[in-house]
């Protein structure tokens, strides 16, 4: 603990101790410009591979850390300078390649980048949309890229002729194993079309998903979902209507061989967008579609970017709270079982911005979750990466006997709510309130110096735990209210 945080009293209604470990972690990554992650993958070795965007450098940026979160290398190769590294997968071959831009600001476009690198972040080849040949050099933005079974790559994004133009086509790329374009395709109408993510099919074939910003007669769908050939020719198309509003983030195919894909719908004149699940079946019939009405009311709203099936059946969304559709509250998790029936959710974060953009289940049967943070970190938007277990928890349970901590008076009475006295805190106090099963549930805050907070009147008896913000330390207490 700092110095400056004296004595934490419990006066009543409390058993107070203290926690050592976490079952998981959170680990965050930047400087004091903003800095974010926008994908993230558990490689062969148990460690993790991160890719996203550097404020400091001011382009793309790769990670590579341990089990822990502990960076082992970070790369930022030139051809993402002014721009972002939006996905990263390992390969056959135990090297990455990512995806993402370059902002050429010389000719006034964004330009599309494939960047293959050695397993120590060295970079082997790099590929821009101008260097193809055959292709018209018109830019754009790769936003996911995966693995094709001959050992090349697709890749989905946008085709941009100019950074501030109105008409975008969802861009389909297909290239060999150094990166060499053998096909494009284009889909969309006189609009904004985006292809967000891609995966391959087990027919060989490929699914994108993708939105339209502004609908047409030849667009008729925001939220949207296609599936081609493998030639990139298209099979089916299918989403909500355009009245819907929406966006499609992600999409794989399923253990039954449907599709589920995850973004948000605007369907309310609520003022907010709304988390939304589609499942497809090998046609592209719907076969169900879930909105988050009833899965975390109290915030309102929110949004998924990632959806991923788990091992066990059902599957794992990140995202994150919104109480206004301009807002970004905290991050999300929630799992589901495989008809998206909530089995939890978990939210996390701080007073400012927070939210994931990608997430994964881990081979202990927990998750990994990137994205960025502006409650915690060094300033702005850092990257976020969170290491949760199998329900979705960052903390332990684990109680060290008591005795042994300094600046620390505790008393163990019991009672219907929790005193907290404090004293000698300039910036105030302020802390985060768990339930036993690691959801948030309250936040807790006074800008004076000293006094004493009692919190826990309307709440159930059970076990929460209490985590003091105190400049990262953000130690934290087991309190058991009593009826």
């Known amino acids: 603990m700092e110095d400056s945080m004296k004595r934490i009293v419990c006066l009543s209604g409390v058993f107070l101790m203290p926690l050592t470990g976490l079952a998981g972690w959170t680990q965050t990554y930047g400087q004091d410009s903003d800095d974010e992650g926008y994908c993230v993958q558990q490689t062969v070795d148990g460690d993790y591979i991160i890719a996203g965007y550097s404020g400091t450098t001011t382009g793309g940026w790769i990670l590579k850390t341990d089990e822990n979160g502990d960076t082992l290398w970070t790369s930022t190769p ?136 502004y609908s047409t007669p030849s667009s008729p769908l925001s939220f949207w979902v296609l599936k081609t050939n493998e030639a990139g020719d298209s099979v089916w198309i299918t989403g909500m209507p355009d009245w819907f509003f929406g966006r499609a983030y992600w999409v794989e195919e399923t253990s039954d061989n449907g599709f589920i894909s995850a973004g948000y719908v605007f369907p309310f004149d609520d003022g907010k967008h709304h988390l939304f699940l589609l499942k497809i079946d090998s046609a592209g019939d719907t076969l169900w579609s879930r909105m988050d009405l009833g899965w975390l009311s109290e915030y309102g709203g929110g949004e998924a970017r990632c959806v991923r099936e788990t091992s066990e059946g059902g599957f794992i969304i990140t995202g994150f709270t919104s109480e206004w559709y301009e807002e970004i509250d905290d991050l999300w998790l929630v799992r589901t079982d495989v008809q998206a029936d909530t089995q939890w959710t978990r939210t996390y974060g701080g007073q400012e911005a927070d939210l994931a953009h990608c997430g994964a289940q881990t081979t202990d049967e927990g998750y990994i979750v990137v994205g960025g943070t502006e409650s915690y970190g060094a300033g702005g938007y850092d990257i976020w990466l969170l290491k949760t277990d199998a329900q979705g928890d960052t903390l332990s349970i684990s109680e060290e006997p008591p005795g042994n901590f300094d600046n620390w008076d505790v008393s163990v009475t019991l009672g219907q709510e929790i005193v907290l006295k404090y004293s000698n805190q300039p910036s105030g106090f302020h802390a985060h309130v768990f339930d036993a099963s690691g959801r948030k549930v309250s936040e807790i805050h006074s800008p004076e110096q000293s006094g004493v907070i009692i919190w826990g009147q309307h709440y159930e008896p059970g076990v929460y735990f209490i985590r003091i913000d105190d400049t990262g330390s953000n130690l934290t207490r087991k309190v058991v209210i009593m009826r």
């Open 78 to 213: 030139f051809c993402f300078m002014g721009g972002t590294a939006y996905s990263v997968i390992e390969t056959s071959d135990g090297s990455y390649a990512a995806t993402g831009y370059q902002a050429a600001t010389l000719d006034g476009k964004y330009h599309l980048v494939l960047i293959k690198l050695d397993s120590e972040g060295k970079e082997l080849w790099t590929r821009m949309d101008a260097d193809w040949v055959g292709h018209d050099s018109s830019g754009g933005i790769g936003y996911s890229v995966h693995e094709t079974p001959d050992g090349g790559f697709v890749i989905a994004g946008s085709k941009q002729p100019f950074i501030f133009t109105d008409t975008v086509d969802l861009w389909l790329i297909k290239t060999d194993s150094t990166g060499e374009l053998e096909w494009e395709r284009k889909y969309g109408g006189s609009s904004q079309d985006v292809g967000r993510c891609v995966n391959t099919t087990s027919d060989g074939g490929y699914v994108v998903a993708g939105y339209t910003d």
